[in-house]
Each structure stands twice: as C-alpha cells, then as structure tokens.
C-alpha cells in the first residue's frame, strides 16, 4: 500500500523560507517519480515541482521557478521541496504524490499515476 506523510508546513512572513518533506513508504521508492503539488481555498489542486526516478530531471511550475528546489533522498525514501522567497500567494495545502515520470522526465509537469495522496501540510504566508 502506498503511503505519503507530508511535513514541514507552518506560519512564515512573506520572504521567508520553509523545508516540506514527503516520507514514502509500501512501495519502491527508488522507481517513482515524486511530485508536490498544493491547493488553495476555493481553487484546483496544481502540480507545484516534480523528481524523476529515471534521470532525476526536476520540474517547476513558473510560478515557484527560481525559488523552490526539490531533491530526492532515496536512502530515506524522502523528497523534499525547499522553498524560499515566499509569498502571500503560496499559501495552501501542500500535498505530495507519486507521479508519471515520463511527462517530467519529458518536461511536461507533474502527472498523478494513482490516487495516492497524503493528508497533506499547510503552508502559510502572511504578508
């Protein structure tokens, strides 16, 4: 079965920073694209930055590109998302997902491949 435990979420000012983890377990990590995604009151869930398992490429969103750095630790079956220079606009729910690597690995963002999601972590950003 697979599970997802996003953490690292909390209260920060505009232009601070914050270090979000997804701890996967039930599966083989090291064969699945990671990917975070996040989700605002009262709008869709968007897909925010993406891992490949094949090749590890990365893919960002253009609203977080230059800001947000993933990585992916798969000695401890993590993916983290650093994220800096934050904004009032990224506050929400963030939640991480295993994802199709061939659309990130192809540059073509972050593609969930099962229904598959944590409970997710909230970020706030208060101006």
């Known amino acids: 079965e697979v599970q997802l435990e996003e953490s690292g979420g909390g209260l920060v000012q505009a232009g601070g920073s914050l270090r979000l983890s997804c701890a996967a377990s039930g599966f083989t990590f090291d064969d699945y694209a990671i990917g975070w995604f996040r989700q605002a009151p009262g709008k869709e869930r968007e897909g925010v930055s993406c891992?490949?398992?094949?090749?590890?490429?990365?893919y960002y969103a253009d609203t977080v590109k230059g800001r947000f750095t993933i990585s992916r630790d798969n000695a401890k079956n993590t993916v983290n998302l650093q994220m800096n220079s934050l904004r009032p606009a990224d506050t929400a729910v963030y939640y991480c997902?295993?994802?199709?690597?061939?659309?990130?690995?192809?540059?073509?963002?972050?593609?969930?491949?099962?229904?598959?999601w944590g409970q997710g972590t909230q970020v706030t950003v208060s101006s």
């Open positions: 997902a295993t994802v199709y690597d061939g659309v990130v690995a192809g540059g073509l963002g972050c593609l969930p491949d099962s229904g598959s």
């Open positions: 891992i490949s398992s094949s090749d590890g490429s990365t």
